[in-house]
């Protein structure tokens, strides 16, 4: 690190013998170590440390006024990774496990922040429903429904609840869920309009938005039906439908 950078490591306290490899991971994104699994505005990687898979999300450099915004007043986005993620085992929804996050200041400006879990176990994303079939669909909708419930009943709404940020697997226990991607959460009450409507970006025909209502209204004590149809409207706003969507709603039309 250069003269006026300053890093701030934290570590779970499971995981305090993995600073050198915290430190280390500026370098390591340089030499595009690991496998890339995205490459977006943030960049994702795979990483191997001595026999262990983490995940790392290296979130990109602010421009220079949020630079020193970041650098002054407020949290990183690897810090509340780390904290939202902490919250949400606390109520016991699923996330891979937090390990640490590292930022990094050149002065008074953030300059890059880094987060640190163990890899998911979960090979799927949601949006993988609508590309292959799965006979256990109703079961994974369900868990959606029921995680989504559990959420919104202690004021979590995740701000990108998306096809890509929900992750399951079938074990022997049932549907395991991960949630991921958690920089961007609102807290505070959601009635269940603000609830159904949290839920508007993630992909669904009515079939599947009808068993999703049906669980999130028993988590929550709401009216399945009326959760439903606001699921629906909110969801019909939305651009970028799946194919499978808007052939569904097409047939639907009238009848919700």
Wanted: aromatic residues 10%; charged residues 25%; proline residues 4%.
């Amino acid at each position: 690190m250069g003269l006026f950078n300053h890093c701030t490591l934290v570590l779970h306290p499971d995981f305090a013998e993995l600073k050198d490899f915290m430190f280390s991971l500026p370098e390591r994104f340089s030499q595009g170590e690991g496998t890339l699994i995205h490459d977006g505005r943030n960049q994702l990687r795979r990483i191997t440390w001595q026999g262990t898979d983490y995940v790392v999300k290296s979130f990109r450099r602010p421009n220079f006024i949020n630079r020193f915004v970041y650098g002054v007043f407020r949290a990183s986005k690897a810090k509340r990774s780390y904290e939202h993620a902490e919250l949400l085992l606390a109520i016991g929804v699923g996330t891979p496990r937090p390990v640490g996050y590292l930022n990094i200041r050149k002065g008074l400006l953030f300059d890059r922040s880094y987060y640190v879990t163990l890899a998911s176990t979960c090979p799927y994303r949601y949006e993988d429903l609508f590309h292959r079939e799965f006979p256990y669909e109703g079961e994974v909708l369900r868990a959606v429904g029921h995680v989504t419930g559990i959420l919104h009943n202690h004021g979590y709404a995740h701000k990108d609840y998306g096809r890509a940020n929900i992750l399951f697997e079938k074990t022997g226990q049932g549907i395991k869920l991960d949630i991921v991607d958690l920089n961007r959460m609102a807290i505070g009450p959601l009635d269940m309009r603000k609830g159904c409507k949290n839920l508007e970006r993630l992909p669904a025909t009515p079939a599947m938005h009808r068993v999703i209502a049906d669980e999130y209204a028993k988590v929550r004590g709401l009216d399945a039906d009326a959760c439903f149809r606001l699921m629906v409207a909110f969801r019909s706003t939305q651009p970028g439908k799946e194919k499978k969507e808007i052939e569904a709603l097409e047939q639907n039309e009238g009848k919700i």
